[in-house]
């Protein structure tokens, strides 16, 4: 199991260098945009964004391969059930008619583009940030220091799991334990959840070591918090909120005056 699954990678692209407030920015009112669409024509140039977002950060494919086969094979397995779910439960007449009916259809391919989107932006965020980052970002936006630390923590947890995920593996496997489901990568998955039981005990006791050190150190003791790294918004990073923020403007008004037909 690749252990660079949705970590940080190095890099000198553009998205590297914004600020991770502005990304962060971004990222909110691309969400927000998001969930103001409800029709295709208002989420293409939301899907075209954020593939021009990506494209910009220049991730190797070689590095990020093992993390987007996962999310697409996601994608599509919710987007299916929730086609099926709308088909069988509000279609009236021939069940055939109603699965090729072009609404039945654009309600099928809306998720995909939106689930596509949020992916693409959220995954170049964690590719082009550096995880020490998020608390002092989040904490210089205006967030609460605690809360601040558990958003990082959660973040640098997953890239953790998965890597004990791995150790695990390879112990079992040195016991005798063989992975089934070939080149199937659903099936590779579901063949290893019984080794999510002891990984996530031996995860979580990792946690109480992480809390004693802060501990140890005074975390929380105090209400107010100051930041070693001190991170400066630059023309670019103003650029791009500024950008962010219209972004969510338009959607907004968009979604209030319903230009586009149902």
């Known amino acids: 199991m690749p252990i660079r699954f949705i970590r940080y990678i190095e890099g000198d692209s553009l998205v590297h260098k914004f600020d991770p407030r502005a990304k962060l920015t971004f990222i909110f009112f691309m969400i927000l945009s998001l969930s103001l669409s409800f029709h295709i024509i208002s989420v293409l140039p939301l899907l075209l964004i954020s593939l021009i977002f990506y494209h910009l950060a220049k991730l190797p494919w070689s590095k990020t391969k093992a993390t987007w086969k996962l999310i697409l094979v996601m994608i599509l397995v919710l987007s299916l059930l929730n086609y099926l779910t709308i088909v069988l439960l509000y279609s009236e007449g021939p069940i055939l008619e109603s699965l090729t009916s072009p609404d039945a259809i654009r309600r099928a391919i809306m998720p995909v583009m939106k689930l596509l989107s949020l992916a693409l932006v959220t995954v170049t965020l964690v590719f082009t940030t ?3 980052l998020y608390a002092p970002a989040l904490g210089q936006m205006g ?3 605690r809360a601040a630390y558990v958003i990082q923590l959660a973040l640098r947890y997953v890239p953790e799991f998965i890597a004990e995920m791995g150790k695990t ?3 079992q496997m ?3 334990f063989r992975p089934r489901g070939g080149r199937n990568p659903l099936a590779r998955v579901l063949s290893i959840v ?3 039981v002891p990984v996530t005990i031996s995860a979580a006791l990792s946690i109480y070591d992480i809390a004693d ?6 975390f929380g003791e105090e209400d107010c918090h100051t930041w070693y790294r ?3 918004l630059l023309r670019r990073d103003k650029l791009l909120m500024a950008f962010s923020c219209s972004l969510g403007v338009i959607y907004a008004v968009v979604f209030v005056t319903q230009p ?3």
């Open 130 to 132: 550096p995880p020490n």
């Open 143 to 145: 967030l609460p220091y």
């Open 169 to 171: 593996l390879e112990a």
């Open 174 to 176: 040195a016991r005798g």
């Open 194 to 196: 019984p080794l999510v």
């Open 213 to 218: 050190s802060m501990e140890l150190r005074g």
């Open 230 to 232: 001190e991170l400066r």
């Open 260 to 262: 586009f037909p149902h």
